[in-house]
């Protein structure tokens, strides 16, 4: 029987379930994926991810998938921001409560796959819109593909609800 997850520290002690494909180890025994799949824990942190991460996967820096989906988080954590090759990240059925947590995803280069539908934020009025012209150059958000006409909309949406950050001059400077 596998026990659910509480801490991020407990995976160095798991073994990784079985996939459709053998997990390769490097000669240290650390594994070769650039996938880490996390979901249906009880996860409520991601604290220590970064170094638990280095502790299994050989080239930490080539991940590109990470599931964290069916945890109890709240907040999407700073850290998921350091792996620049990130490109698909599932984090639906959460707990994640602002929308504006959104904003800490946009200087992932490379992410274009992104679930957080089953969050609370979902119920937030133009929470697709928010997410898409927060990060345009998602293209699958919540296991659909955005379309043309979905960005457009988010631009739209954007110009009548996001007021534009107004820029102070200060006196002395000039």
């Known amino acids: 029987m596998v026990e659910f997850q509480a801490s991020v520290t407990d995976l160095t002690s798991e073994e990784p ?3 459709l494909r053998p997990l390769r180890h490097s000669k240290s025994g650390k594994s070769l994926t650039q996938s880490l799949w996390l979901n249906n824990n009880v996860l409520n942190d991601l604290k220590d991810f970064s170094h638990v991460v280095s502790l299994l996967l050989e080239h930490p820096e080539n991940l590109a998938w990470i599931d964290l989906s069916f945890n109890d988080l709240t907040s999407i954590d700073p850290v998921l921001t350091t792996f620049f090759n990130l490109s698909v990240l599932y984090l639906h059925g959460n707990s994640i409560q602002r929308l504006g947590e959104v904003n800490k995803l946009a200087v992932l280069p490379r992410l ?3 679930t957080l539908h089953g969050n609370p934020i979902e119920e937030e009025k133009g929470y697709r819109q928010y997410v898409l012209c927060t990060l345009p150059r ?4 919540d296991f659909s593909g955005v379309t043309k006409a979905d ?19 200060k006196q002395n400077a000039l």
């Open 138 to 141: 998602i293209t699958t958000f």
């Open 151 to 169: 960005h457009t909309t988010a631009e739209v949406w954007k110009r009548m609800n996001i007021k534009p950050k107004k820029f102070r001059i």
């Open 112 to 114: 274009r796959s992104l």
């Open 17 to 19: 379930r079985t996939g």
